[in-house]
């Protein structure tokens, strides 16, 4: 078992910087490739960004590309999402997910979810 828990989200005004925190206990978070995912309102949850258990290879969904970045510590078993440049399409319910190494953007795989924060980008 692993839980996460998600941090940082709040408001901010278009073109404004947010970074997102999840922290992780339970089984070794070394052994899971994180993601984070979000939710719009009326929308399908969707693939945001993904990094191996390693943190030497990260992918991004084409609308967050450049603006978004994704890291881990191991170490302090913390997941980020450093998110620059916000529009308001942004504007949703973030949530962090552990999976398998074969997860990436397939949110079917993914195994453990946290509960997620909000982030709302004003105009």
């Known amino acids: 078992q692993v839980q996460l828990v998600e941090s940082g989200g709040g408001l901010v005004q278009a073109g404004g910087s947010l970074t997102l925190s999840c922290a992780a206990s339970?089984?070794?978070?070394?052994?899971?490739?994180m993601a984070w995912f979000r939710q719009a309102p009326g929308k399908e949850r969707e693939y945001v960004a993904a990094?191996?258990?390693?943190?030497?290879?990260?992918a991004y969904a084409d609308s967050v590309k450049g603006r978004f970045t994704i890291s881990r510590d191991n170490d302090a078993r913390r997941l980020y999402l450093q998110m620059t440049s916000l529009k308001p399409e942004d504007t949703a319910i973030y949530y962090c997910?552990?999976?398998?190494?074969?997860?990436?953007?397939?949110?079917?795989?993914?195994?453990?979810w946290g509960q997620g924060t909000q982030v709302t980008v004003s105009s």
């Open positions: 997910a552990a999976g398998p190494p074969e997860s990436w953007a397939s949110k079917e795989l993914y195994d453990y």
């Open positions: 339970g089984r070794s978070f070394m052994s899971y490739h």
């Open positions: 990094i191996s258990w390693s943190g030497g290879t990260s």
